[in-house]
Nanobody, 127 residues
């Protein structure tokens, strides 16, 4: 059974930083993409960054490029999202998600065929 468990959300002021962690277990596929999505209040869920498990390829959406950094620890089955220079517009629930037989790409971040979702962690940026 696959489980994705996020942690690290919280309250932060604009310009601050947070580090999200996704602990993944039970994924037996060798070829999959894993990444971060978020959903702001009243808005659709948005994919923001991903990494290919098989090749380490990384992709960012423009909304977070230069401010957020995705990384992983393969030995720990952990995925991270370092978020710097946070803005109020970054407020939302952040989800970890993975899709088998998919490379990290814009298609993956559209969320059309995600196989596994985490439960989400709340990030609130307030002034």
């Amino acid at each position: 059974q696959v489980r994705l468990v996020e942690s690290g959300g919280g309250l932060v002021q604009p310009g601050g930083s947070l580090r999200l962690i996704c602990n993944a277990s039970g994924i037996t596929a060798d070829y999959y993409a894993i990444g971060w999505f978020r959903q702001a209040p009243g808005k659709a869920r948005e994919g923001i960054s991903c990494i290919g498990h098989h090749d380490g390829y990384i992709y960012y959406r423009d909304s977070v490029k230069g401010r957020f950094t995705i990384s992983r620890d393969v030995a720990k089955n952990a995925l991270y999202l370092q978020m710097d220079s946070l803005e109020p517009e970054d407020t939302g629930v952040y989800y970890c998600a993975a899709e088998a037989l998919r490379k990290c790409s814009d298609y993956f971040l559209e969320g059309y065929a995600i196989d596994w979702w985490g439960q989400g962690t709340q990030v609130t940026v307030f002034s």
